[in-house]
């Protein structure tokens, strides 16, 4: 099963999005959203803000905000 999902950041005070569709593999969905943000972020050299994630269509954003906390 695959899920499509966008990723809308700020990043040096310029908004982007990125998405895509990917398998979940075991996974919920937001673990991929979480996965595919760290991607993101790794590859920012200005570092990036996570503004809302959409998944299948549904803002996602506090869900996958939760993964994160426990790591910072």
């Keep these: 099963m695959n899920v499509t999902i966008e990723i809308h950041y700020i990043s040096n005070e310029t908004k982007v999005m990125q998405g895509g569709t990917f398998p979940l ?5 937001q673990q991929v959203a979480w996965e595919f943000w760290q991607q ?6 200005f570092g990036a803000e996570l503004e809302k994630v959409i998944i299948d269509g549904e803002d996602k954003t506090v869900l996958v905000k939760q993964q994160e906390a426990p790591l910072e």
């Design 40 to 45: 993101i972020k790794q590859k920012m050299p």
């Design 25 to 29: 593999r075991r996974r919920n969905q």
